[in-house]
């Protein structure tokens, strides 16, 4: 099983795997980009492609190989990412390790909802049951190709009719509960079917699997229109988007999507040949959904219901969209209320609608001088007062100066005054954050260059000339953390074998609390072997006169008295220092 592992970790080019999801550039013999786990605009997440090896060095500080990557990445057990690598690059892995019962249970509650996919969509197309609700579908101009392609389906109006079904496949209770697909009376008593007479829509993660279920009634007033599955284990609303296992290829061709309200508004655009479309749940775009399409694209448009809930979730998204560094705008649907309806009365329309998105900031004013009429001053006071926290978000300072200058003509008042306008909403809203929380505590330039020394040594093609030239000037002792002290001696044994330097041979000498530590200090250098050359030697002399001057200072500060030999003796050794730094 072991060698199985490794031999998918020696299939995998880590640069390409990671090339595929993030946008690499080349530093030294190291790779950089954003990281893809926290916001960040200075890159922090290094990829070495000489140990295979990832590590994020900002705020969230995680790392790994492969596997740990596509586990992350994709929300995965150890499990499940080892299969999907495995299928992806052709490794065959006879003897999984040790199963995980959460992993299996997980794989149970898909299957469950799998088979509930395939139940409802035979009531729909193959039984007489399903023929009320397929008529529906066809009188909204849903195609039977359409229906076929989302899984589209039936429940029956009978309390257990799924409940039954599912019983008959050896599936228990709790499996039914927990994947949301039945309700349980009361604590180890009976279920019955959470959707009865609704049409079914499949609720897939980006990877395809069914994780929950949207059903709508067919007709009255009775009951809600649409239920939802509950939060289980596999379905989660805040990073859930609807059709987007279909349509994600599209939207990372065409470098956009086209986010609606329901899962109508994402099936008759698709019919349509809009392919680049997903469907929100829930009532606003969340922070889990963009980091979700940010995979695919950076351009984000919303077509949101033309009412009151569609204008707030636009002003919603911008809160959330702004910081993560989104290109957002908004498609003004004419001839319908929704994409659903725009689509059916007139397809040619709603089409050049979704050519032409208006920036979300020109909706902003466009919506707010509709709201209030800029004729009079007290109307354009309101505009401004509307418009000054989303400008001051904006991050961008040449985006928020044009935009500025916008609100100046809208109003027709001088830039200077659209300026203040924003400034005051800054004033009267910062909240001063207690100085101790924001501090962030920089390494002491001690510690830093003992790290660059060791990174440099990491990444020479040889020790041996490195070594030569600043072994008399430091040992192992004169570095703060004692790790970095043992990792110095083994490089300076390492040094007198001569030849190459092989680090993945060299780390696997290591114990392990020490390869961890060299194989973070490799990723964190910053510049190749070459840069460092000239300025070695400098570095050692630095680190040895800290050294010195450390124990200086604790020997003087001691309640005993100072031991004069020793004082002496480190302050010649301070002055000839100083002299070596002088003539290097």
Same mark, same amino acid.
Request: hydrophobic content about 40%; glycine content about 6%.
């Given at each position: 099983?072991?060698?199985?592992?490794?031999?998918?970790?020696? &299939?995998?080019?880590?640069?390409?795997?990671?090339?595929?999801?993030?946008?690499?550039?080349?530093?030294?013999?190291?790779?950089?980009?954003?990281?893809?786990?926290?916001?960040?605009?200075?890159?922090?997440?290094?990829?070495?492609?000489?140990?295979?090896?990832?590590?994020?060095?900002?705020?969230?500080?995680?790392?790994?190989?492969?596997?740990?990557?596509?586990?992350?990445?994709?929300?995965?057990?150890? +499990?499940?990412?080892?299969?999907?690598?495995?299928?992806?690059?052709?490794?065959?892995?006879?003897?999984?390790?040790?199963?995980?019962?959460?992993?299996?249970?997980?794989?149970?509650?898909?299957?469950?909802?799998?088979?509930?996919?395939?139940?409802?969509?035979?009531?729909?197309? =193959?039984?007489?049951?399903?023929?009320?609700?397929?008529?529906?579908?066809?009188?909204?101009?849903?195609?039977?190709?359409?229906?076929?392609?989302?899984?589209?389906?039936?429940?029956?109006?009978?309390?257990?009719?799924?409940? &039954?079904?599912?019983?008959?496949?050896?599936?228990?209770?709790?499996?039914?509960?927990?994947?949301?697909?039945?309700?349980?009376?009361?604590?180890?008593?009976?279920?019955?079917?959470?959707?009865?007479?609704?049409?079914?829509?499949?609720?897939?993660?980006?990877?395809?699997?069914?994780?929950?279920?949207? !059903?709508?009634?067919?007709?009255?007033?009775?009951?809600?229109?649409?239920?939802?599955?509950?939060?289980?284990?596999?379905?989660?609303?805040?990073?859930?988007?609807?059709?987007?296992?279909?349509?994600?290829?599209?939207?990372?061709?065409?470098?956009?999507?086209?986010?609606?309200?329901?899962?109508?508004?994402?099936?008759?655009?698709?019919?349509?040949?809009?392919?680049?479309?997903?469907?929100?749940?829930?009532?606003?775009?969340?922070?889990?959904?963009?980091?979700?399409?940010?995979?695919?694209?950076?351009?984000?448009?919303?077509?949101?219901?033309?009412?009151?809930?569609?204008?707030?979730?636009?002003?919603?998204?911008?809160?959330?969209?702004?910081?993560?560094?989104?290109? +957002?705008?908004?498609?003004?649907?004419?001839?319908?209320?929704?994409?659903?309806?725009?689509?059916?009365?007139?397809?040619?329309?709603?089409?050049? *609608?979704?050519?032409?998105?208006?920036?979300?900031?020109?909706?902003?004013?466009?919506?707010?001088?509709? =709201?209030?009429?800029?004729?009079?001053?007290?109307?354009?006071?309101?505009?401004?007062?509307?418009?000054?926290?989303?400008?001051?978000?904006?991050?961008?300072?040449?985006?928020?100066?044009?935009?500025? =200058?916008?609100?100046?003509?809208? +109003?027709?008042?001088?830039?200077?005054?659209? !300026?203040?306008?924003?400034? !005051?909403?800054?004033?009267?809203?910062?909240?001063?954050?207690?100085?101790?929380?924001?501090?962030?505590?920089?390494?002491?330039?001690?510690?830093?260059?003992?790290?660059?020394?060791?990174?440099?040594?990491?990444?020479?093609?040889?020790?041996?000339?490195?070594?030569?030239?600043?072994?008399?000037?430091?040992?192992?002792?004169?570095?703060?953390?004692?790790?970095?002290?043992?990792?110095?001696?083994?490089?300076?044994?390492?040094?007198?074998?001569?030849?190459?330097?092989?680090?993945?041979?060299?780390?696997?000498?290591?114990?392990?609390?020490?390869? *961890?530590?060299?194989?973070?200090?490799?990723?964190?250098?910053?510049?190749?072997?070459?840069?460092?050359?000239?300025?070695?030697?400098?570095?050692?002399?630095?680190?040895?006169?800290?050294?010195?001057?450390?124990?200086?200072?604790?020997?003087?500060?001691?309640?005993?008295?100072?031991?004069?030999?020793?004082?002496?003796?480190?302050?010649?050794?301070?002055?000839?220092?100083?002299?070596?730094?002088?003539?290097?």
């Amino acid at each position: 099983m072991e060698s199985a592992i490794e031999k998918l970790k020696e &299939r995998i080019d880590l640069v390409e795997l990671i090339g595929s999801y993030v946008q690499l550039k080349k530093a030294g013999r190291n790779f950089k980009g954003i990281c893809p786990f926290h916001q960040e605009k200075t890159p922090s997440f290094v990829v070495s492609p000489d140990r295979q090896l990832w590590r994020c060095f900002g705020s969230c500080g995680i790392g790994g190989d492969a596997i740990a990557f596509y586990m992350k990445y994709e929300n995965l057990s150890f +499990l499940e990412a080892l299969t999907d690598l495995a299928t992806r690059y052709g490794i065959v892995i006879e003897k999984m390790p040790v199963e995980d019962k959460i992993v299996h249970y997980k794989e149970r509650l898909i299957k469950v909802n799998q088979v509930a996919t395939d139940f409802y969509h035979y009531i729909l197309t =193959k039984s007489s049951i399903g023929k009320p609700a397929l008529d529906y579908l066809k009188n909204r101009s849903i195609s039977d190709k359409i229906i076929e392609t989302f899984q589209l389906g039936y429940s029956p109006s009978s309390w257990d009719s799924l409940t &039954r079904f599912l019983h008959t496949k050896k599936f228990e209770n709790k499996e039914l509960v927990d994947s949301g697909l039945c309700v349980q009376k009361q604590m180890g008593g009976s279920v019955y079917d959470r959707f009865r007479g609704r049409v079914m829509f499949p609720l897939k993660d980006h990877r395809g699997n069914t994780v929950g279920f949207s !059903g709508r009634i067919l007709s009255g007033d009775s009951e809600a229109k649409y239920v939802n599955t509950p939060e289980t284990t596999l379905y989660h609303k805040r990073s859930m988007l609807f059709g987007l296992h279909l349509t994600k290829d599209a939207v990372k061709k065409e470098n956009k999507i086209i986010l609606v309200e329901g899962e109508f508004d994402v099936i008759m655009p698709f019919q349509q040949g809009v392919s680049a479309i997903a469907a929100i749940k829930g009532s606003a775009l969340t922070t889990e959904q963009l980091q979700l399409i940010k995979r695919y694209t950076n351009r984000v448009y919303l077509a949101l219901d033309a009412d009151k809930a569609g204008e707030e979730a636009i002003r919603r998204a911008i809160e959330v969209a702004e910081p993560m560094g989104f290109e +957002l705008g908004v498609i003004v649907i004419d001839g319908g209320k929704d994409p659903d309806e725009a689509v059916r009365t007139n397809e040619i329309e709603f089409k050049k *609608s979704l050519e032409h998105p208006i920036p979300v900031y020109d909706f902003l004013m466009q919506m707010f001088a509709k =709201k209030y009429p800029p004729s009079d001053p007290f109307n354009k006071k309101q505009i401004g007062e509307e418009m000054a926290p989303f400008l001051y978000a904006i991050t961008n300072p040449i985006v928020q100066s044009y935009y500025i =200058k916008q609100l100046a003509k809208l +109003l027709d008042v001088s830039e200077d005054a659209a !300026g203040r306008v924003v400034r !005051g909403y800054r004033k009267r809203h910062l909240i001063r954050p207690n100085k101790q929380e924001v501090q962030v505590k920089k390494p002491l330039r001690e510690l830093v260059i003992q790290q660059f020394l060791l990174e440099q040594l990491l990444h020479a093609p040889s020790l041996t000339p490195y070594m030569t030239e600043i072994q008399n000037i430091i040992t192992d002792d004169v570095f703060t953390a004692p790790s970095y002290g043992k990792l110095f001696t083994k490089l300076h044994e390492k040094a007198q074998e001569g030849g190459t330097f092989d680090i993945n041979a060299f780390i696997k000498t290591l114990p392990a609390e020490l390869a *961890s530590v060299a194989d973070e200090l490799y990723l964190k250098a910053s510049s190749d072997e070459q840069s460092a050359t000239n300025s070695i030697k400098h570095i050692a002399l630095e680190i040895k006169r800290n050294a010195l001057r450390s124990k200086l200072k604790n020997i003087l500060n001691s309640a005993s008295e100072a031991d004069e030999e020793i004082l002496k003796e480190l302050q010649a050794q301070l002055k000839e220092l100083e002299k070596m730094s002088s003539t290097v």
